[in-house]
């Protein structure tokens, strides 16, 4: 017990105290340098975030960002892991590279995104899109484009996180014995059968834990947008943690951030809650 | 309804490892073969290559006369009952059992009815709906089993089906497997190293050693006459004690030296001094099963022997003796009933010299013609 204490110390600190502090502030109308005093408002934060366009558009991008990416970035790592589990000459080289992504950081490929993204047909991606298209393609102004910004987003996300849970799932293929496989094949299954009735059943708690750790890595969705878009072009990218940041450490809006904040924590709880329910059922 | 042939079939791994060597077997309709040997002399490989798990280096197998080295393991309608069960966890007993039908694309009313008839046959119609977690050993194993016979294989494959079960439940599970084969009359290749195992439940049984096929015979024939010295010494429990010896000619008879003496070899079926005459005077090694001393001297053939160790089995005892100084390191005599013995005392042991072996400085077995014939 004793020994504990410094650890309970720091928890305590460094994560209850904040924590109850950002709910408690919620209900506050706190901004910095404000001559207004300190008062308790009730739910006057959170009806005037519902009544805000950019919040609005902040929680509708999130959602499309998270229906997006999640499917698309799962499968696209499934696929590798599959594709890497098989005894391929320089598997070991294919894993580190399409893992090296993930260990830049996010500041450094979001600029070097923006230079790929970059407008005019001297762009990296235009001048290939106009390679591939024989000359058709029009040169686009990608991140201040409102229709392509938050697609743009999307795909450099999905570049930078696929490799992660490549590797998550490629750790869970390595755990199914063998044997079933071999089972199967004696079973007369055919190597989509294999895939279908022995693969996916023993990936599926990787799968949706990997899934889980996606969907709420996309709802704290903030570097890409705040180094390559700032929520531009008129909020065609911003999402919900920008507006926290936005709002508390822009604005001074301390109250307003602390809102956003605990709505951010029940979006995150529920979609947990949801999880659980899933991967409980088969459990082995 | 098949029979099995291995055609000088060899296997070597991708590492070089030779598991198989010119390996030739046949396995006859409805027969229940045992493959057996210490780990890592080939059997599994055998099994795995008759399954189609790995290909075939060199050789030919043949199901029915009909090449299959280049079948998938879909083609070749063979069922597997694997050391660990293999049972598909995700899936209830029902499923599993369901599993190689389904994917034989029959009817649901066929897959049922076959579903029934094998829990029926194996006590598992209670635990249709369970997980295989929730099974004990024994149950998976039958679980298994059942997985293998719904579809009713040309030929029905054990890997060591028995060996992550407890005692008592072996020799259960071993009577009924013996059981329902001769039920089922399906042709079986069962691979254990337990040679209790081989030998009670094998028709046949092949002993192998470094990925070579030492002698195939039905389990009596193994005991009594056996190939070679690791056959002689693989098979019995405790296995026959080998030492380096060799023949010499006395006034009445042919003598092998034993722990120093010279005793006589018996006239009998087995040897006669016309075909012993090339071994006289060469080294050659003499086997003498542990069941073939007795305490006392009612046999002229006597040794005294120094006693290292005692086991008592309650109605046998198994007594260690040294003979380092005579170049086998260990000699196991298995005696009935409970004497007391003293570990460090001399022994006066009787030997019954009708039950000698003799085997050449190669290790094979000397027999006389009449002899090897029968084998």
Known sequence: ?284 | MASVTYKQISKRFADGTTALADFNLQVNDGELMVLVGPSGCGKSTALRLLAGLESVSNGELLINDAVINDLTPQQRNIAMVFQNYALYPHMSVRRNLAFPLRMLKLPPEEIARRIAWAAELLQLTELLERMPKQLSGGQRQRVAMGRAIVREPRVFLMDEPLSNLDAKLRVRIRTEISALQRHLKITTLYVTHDQVEAMTLGQRVAVMNSGRLQQVAVPQLLYERPANIFVAGFIGSPGMNVFASRLQKQASALAFEFAGQWLEVPRNQRFNPEMLAPYVDQPVYVGLRPEAFEPTGSSEAQVELTLTAVEALGHEQLLYFDLSQVSAPNMIVRLQGSSAFTIGDKIPLALHTTELYLFDKMGKAIYTRAEKEKR
């Open chain 1, 1 to 284: 017990m004793l020994f504990a204490l410094p650890a309970l110390a720091g928890l305590l600190m460094f994560v209850a105290i904040p924590f109850l502090l950002a709910i408690g502030l919620a209900f506050t109308n706190l901004r910095l340098g404000s001559p207004l005093p300190l008062e308790f408002v009730g739910l006057t934060q959170f009806l005037r975030l519902f009544a805000d366009d950019a919040f609005a558009r902040a929680l509708l991008n999130n959602l499309l960002f998270t229906l997006v990416v999640v499917p698309v970035q799962t499968l696209l790592a499934l696929a590798l892991a599959l594709l890497l589990n098989q005894p391929l000459k320089g598997r070991a080289l294919f894993r580190t590279l399409f893992f090296m992504p993930v260990v830049f950081p996010l500041a450094l490929v979001s600029v070097v995104w923006i230079l790929i993204y970059a407008p005019g047909p001297n762009g990296m991606l235009n001048s290939f899109l106009q390679l591939i298209t024989l000359g058709e393609w029009q040169p686009r102004d990608f991140l201040h484009d409102p229709w392509l910004a938050l697609p743009a987003i999307m795909l450099t996300s999905i570049w930078q996180g696929a490799g992660f849970q490549m590797v998550i799932l490629l750790a869970g293929l390595q755990s199914i014995p063998e044997e079933l496989y071999e089972a199967a094949r004696i079973d007369g299954a055919g190597r989509w059968q294999r895939f279908w009735y022995i693969t996916l059943p023993q990936l599926r708690n990787t799968l949706v834990f990997v899934m889980l750790v996606t969907t709420i890595l996309a709802f704290r969705l903030f570097e890409q947008v705040q180094i390559m878009t700032r929520g531009g072009p008129r909020h065609a990218t911003t999402t919900i943690m920008y507006e926290a940041v936005q709002a508390a450490f822009s604005r001074q809006q301390v109250a307003r951030g602390a809102a956003i904040t605990v709505i951010f924590f029940l979006l995150v709880l529920l979609v947990t809650l949801l999880q659980r329910r899933i991967a409980r059922e088969e459990r082995l």
